[in-house]
């Protein structure tokens, strides 16, 4: 029977009535002839309860524990997932990361996925078992307990997916589809019905909450088909494939993302010399700290300031590793915002079409935005501003680019 690999948020599996409902989609799954492995989160705000409670003990709880913690929350609702579907008369099984075969390294709470033991799954899917996995989770050579970071369980999904050649990774999430930027902002955004995996990415890394870029970095890879749809309505969602030409030669942009979970640090006063990014920026990576944007200026002094951002939740490791490479560097201040927003706009009709950034940048100066750094890709052109501008910003960038008749 062809696989068929469904996933679940938090928001899809609440509640026990919206696990019932959800077990009711995937038994219509089953019945069309498919083999049915699904996914789950947690229970939505079940992982923030558990984060919470870790906080209450240490503020800045990390690690191999707790991983053990927060990895409870995806075990509860497999197992009750797994039997709400035996009630309804329907052979199924809960399987944890571990027992789902899925080796990750040992990078504690971004724990990253090496392999998955195919075989497990497999050999429950010939005694006709609907199979439900934990995502979000593995376990690394040792046995650790792992976890993939926040939205892991995309990951884990569109890996299970590889792993079994899938013929369609469907994502179910509290909206139809992916839109042209988030609804909740602006009131023109607009489904779009396919997306190119390059296009996803993008979004998603630029902080579209739909995917996890991880997960559509790994479906790019492997050429895995995915579906986006919603839990609570019928509906064709948004298939997001390979790159076609057609759609490259109709739409300039595809879509606005933001991000507010980034927070911008800024050295000042630093020598203007060869290795000086490398001396500033390697304590960072040393803590397993991402950094996105990048901005150097030279002064005619000879010295240099160097501004950078990082996840939101870094920002105290962050700006305490910035400030003791600036005693060592003899910098002359160091300074952070943690109230700051990027936005992107993205698209691959970018390559073919001029003048998309610099129409972005009137824009927003037309709206009195101002935009303290930017970065571009050959598909991609993003600014930060203070948080306060979110809003008008993506509003105005959406209507001049018409992207609700797109």
Do not use: W
């Not at 890394?205 to 919603?230: M, N, T």
């Not at 933001?258 to 490398?278: C, H």
């Not at 927003?341 to 390559?351: A, C, L």
């Amino acid at each position: 029977m062809p696989v068929v690999v469904q996933k679940y948020g938090g928001t899809s599996i609440g509640t026990i009535e919206k696990i019932k409902n959800v077990a009711n989609k995937i038994i219509d799954e089953k019945n069309n002839g498919n083999d049915v492995v699904v996914v789950v989160s947690a229970m939505s705000g079940e992982t923030n309860r558990l984060l919470e409670l870790a906080k209450n003990i240490d503020l800045d709880a990390s690690g191999r524990e707790l991983d053990v913690l927060v990895s409870t929350g995806e075990q509860v609702t497999i197992s009750l997932l797994t039997l709400s579907l035996i009630c309804k008369g329907y052979k199924a099984v809960s399987l944890t990361g571990s027992q789902a075969g899925i080796l990750t390294d040992s990078s504690f709470n971004k724990a990253r996925i090496e392999s998955i033991n195919n075989s497990f799954i497999s050999n429950y899917l010939k005694e006709g078992n609907i199979v439900v996995v934990a995502g979000f989770q593995g376990v690394n050579e040792k046995g650790d307990i792992t976890t993939l970071g926040r939205g892991g369980s995309d990951t884990s999904a569109v890996a299970i997916s590889v792993a079994l050649d899938a013929k369609e990774c469907q994502i179910f999430t509290d909206v139809d589809g992916v839109y042209t930027t988030d609804p909740r902002i602006s009131k023109g955004a607009k489904k779009i019905d396919n997306i190119t995996t390059e296009e996803m990415l993008e979004l998603s890394s630029q902080g579209s909450k739909v995917l996890q870029p991880r997960a559509v970095e790994f479906a790019g890879k492997y050429d895995v088909g995915i579906r986006v749809l919603s839990t609570f309505e019928d509906g064709t969602g948004t298939l997001i494939s390979k790159e076609n030409k057609e759609k490259m030669e109709k739409a300039i942009i595809s879509g606005i993302a933001f991000n507010k979970d980034e927070a911008q640090l800024t050295i000042r006063g630093v020598p203007d010399q060869p290795g000086i990014a490398s001396l500033i920026l390697g304590p960072i990576a040393d803590i397993n700290i991402d950094v996105d944007m990048i901005v150097q200026n030279v002064g005619e002094d000879g010295l240099a300031n160097f501004t950078f951002t990082v996840p939101r939740n870094d920002y105290r490791a962050a700006l305490k590793s910035l400030e003791e490479s600036a005693d060592n560097l003899k910098a002359k201040k160091v300074v952070g915002n943690n109230k700051i927003v990027k936005i992107s706009m993205v698209g691959v009709g970018m390559r073919t079409h001029a003048g998309i950034a610099s129409k972005m940048f009137s824009v927003l100066a037309k709206n009195n935005i101002n935009i303290s750094m930017i970065s571009t890709s050959e598909i991609k052109v993003s600014v930060v501003t203070n948080e306060e501008n979110l809003e008008t910003a993506v509003n105005v960038l959406h209507s001049a680019f018409d992207l609700e008749n797109s």
